[in-house]
T-cell receptor, first 115, second 112 residues
Framework: EPEVTQTPSHQVTQMGQEVILRCVPISNHLYFYWYRQILGQKVEFLVSFYNNEISEKSEIFDDQFSVERPDGSNFTLKIRSTKLEDSAMYFC?????????????FGNGTRLTVT | GQQLNQSPQSMFIQEGEDVSMNCTSS?????WLWYKQDPGEGPVLLIA?????ELTSNGRLTAQFGITRKDSFLNISASIPSDVGIYFCAGPLHNAGNMLTFGGGTRLMVKP
């Protein structure tokens, strides 16, 4: 079965550094999402992306965050200047369509640790 | 905003027992989803519910969409060790689309 692939699986960075998290969506999927899960807490929506632009974003997704699809395959999440509270699992999710006939497929996540 | 409350937060049961967990909301949802998260992995969709009162099964799992549209439950029958994980309910943030809000999860532990 096709999978959403995320790299790296674990990223350790120092506070203030930039990080880029990468996702390869399932090939025929057009809708892309980033979610975050702080350790021991619930999964939270960050941003949705369709047709090369952000469709919607949450309050968490502030000016330090950005997303792009630079080469038509990878879908990236960039955090410009990481803070300690950015430490979390970041999940990429993709869907073929936006309606409920087409459920979200999640990747296995990138664990980001900010020290 | 829309918040989903799950109970219990954790359960420790014997293999073979049945399990029931539920999810409530102060606001109405048009869709209820149940996901399972294994350690070190992303959530995987178990069951999707689209209609108030709907009862849907997926193998040993059964979920119901409450009549008031403010709650849902998930039952697992005859639990096995691989049922271990965190079970999340989720619903669309704006009652449409794939932007989801998740409950806090129910952590299930199964003793062989």
């Amino acid at each position: 079965e096709p999978e959403v692939t995320q790299t790296p699986s674990h990223q350790v960075t120092q506070m203030g550094q930039e990080v880029i998290l990468r996702c390869v969506p399932i090939s025929n999927h057009l809708y892309f999402y980033w979610y975050r899960q702080i350790l021991g807490q619930k999964v939270e929506f960050l941003v949705s992306f369709y047709n090369n632009e952000i469709s919607e974003k949450s309050e968490i997704f502030d000016d330090q965050f950005s997303v792009e699809r630079p080469d038509g395959s990878n879908f990236t999440l960039k955090i410009r200047s990481t803070k300690l509270e950015d430490s979390a699992m970041y999940f990429c999710a993709t869907a073929e369509e936006t309606g409920w006939g087409s459920p979200l497929h999640f990747g296995n996540g990138t664990r980001l640790t900010v020290t | 905003g829309q918040q989903l409350n799950q109970s219990p937060q954790s359960m420790f049961i014997q293999e073979g027992e049945d399990v029931s967990m539920n999810c409530t909301s102060s606001s109405i949802f048009n869709t209820w989803l149940w996901y399972k998260q294994d350690p070190g992995e992303g959530p995987v969709l178990l069951i999707a519910l689209y209609k108030a009162g709907e009862l849907t099964s997926n193998g040993r799992l059964t979920a119901q969409f409450g009549i008031t549209r403010k709650d849902s439950f998930l039952n697992i029958s005859a639990s096995i060790p691989s049922d271990v994980g965190i079970y999340f309910c989720a619903g669309p943030l704006h009652n449409a689309g794939n932007m989801l809000t998740f409950g806090g999860g129910t952590r299930l532990m199964v003793k062989p």
